[in-house]
Structures are given as C-alpha cells and as structure tokens.
C-alpha cells in the first residue's frame, strides 16, 4: 500500500519536471533562431564588418604602441639601475 501512494505521489513530480523541461527544450530553440537571425543580419551588413576589421586594426596598433613603449621604459630603468649602482660604488670608493 505505502508503494502505491508513493508511486501516485511521484507521476505528478515527474510529468511537472517533463513538462518543464519541454518548455526549456522550446525556449532553447526559439534563442538558438533569434541568435541565428542576429548573425545573419549581422552578416548582411558591410558597414559594420568594415568597422570592426576598423576597431581592429585600431586596438592592435594601440597594442604595438604600448609594448613599444613598455620596451623603452624596461631600458630607461635599466640605464637608471646601472647610473644608481655607479654613484653607490663611487660613494664607496669615496668613503672608504
């Protein structure tokens, strides 16, 4: 007897998860098609691919200007570190 109330207990649970899920499984599709739609729009127009290869070329320019000059301050301290340590040694020498 108990088995039977739980098995009547426990359809509903299920076909309520089914259900959802069927729901989800619909909503999914329905964002994969708008996705889809997007990208083909998106595709559709020149102008905005001109713009983005644009921002590109722009963000990747920036890119090289900054390690260029990352690159020129790395050499900058480097000629400091070695200025630095001569006036130590000369203090030194000095006060010795």
Request: no cysteine.
């Amino acid at each position: 007897m108990a088995d039977l109330d739980t098995e009547t207990k426990e359809k509903p649970k299920i076909k309520e998860a089914i259900a959802k899920l069927r729901q989800i499984q619909v909503d999914l599709k329905q964002n994969v098609a708008n996705l889809h739609r997007q990208l083909e729009m998106l595709d559709s127009k020149p102008e905005l691919q001109s713009s983005l290869d644009s921002l590109k070329k722009d963000v990747e320019k920036q890119a090289s200007d900054l390690e260029a000059e990352v690159a020129q301050l790395r050499e900058e301290l480097k000629a400091i570190r070695q200025l630095l340590g001569l006036n130590l040694e000369k203090q030194n020498l000095v006060g010795s």
